[in-house]
């Protein structure tokens, strides 16, 4: 599908909030709600836009301290232990890299004893071979969800 000027627009006013309302994104851009109806539902039925979420300040649940932690994984095992990653509620997200390391798993925790701890369990996963966490101290800008 290609997406022209108006979809991109449509685009970026739901990334900043994906409540707004169709007849506010068609009267900021001078169209119908109909027509903004429309062009979501054909970027939804094209997988363009896969969901709708929200964004959670992870500090109000608790999780003060974030990271990232660079995995090696043994050849032949990387789809089993992102898999098993995947099931820990401290980990926000897992992505597969192809350099140095293997995966990147995003986390969050309490404070820095929950986080040594996390690391920990990280470690102990089955065909985790190495791991090292890089700390966040500040971000800058963050991608909408």
């Not at 071979?129 to 700390?135: P, Q, Y």
């Amino acid at each position: 599908m290609k997406l022209d000027e108006l979809d991109y627009k449509i685009l970026e006013i739901l990334r900043r909030d994906a409540r707004t309302p169709f007849t506010e994104v068609g009267r900021g851009l001078g169209i119908s709600d109909a027509t903004v109806y429309v062009r979501v539902k054909r970027m939804m039925d094209e997988g363009i836009i896969r969901r709708y979420t929200i964004k959670v300040d992870e500090e109000a649940l608790g999780r003060k301290v974030h990271g990232f932690v660079l995995l090696n994984v043994r050849p032949g095992s990387l789809e089993e232990t992102a898999s098993q990653l995947v099931e820990n509620e401290k980990v926000s997200a897992v992505y597969e890299i192809h350099g140095p390391n293997d995966l990147i798993v995003e986390i969050g925790a309490g404070d820095l004893d929950e986080m040594r701890n996390l690391m920990l369990k990280i470690r102990e996963v089955p065909n985790v071979a190495t791991s090292e966490l890089i700390t966040v101290f500040k971000v800058w800008k963050e991608r909408n969800a």
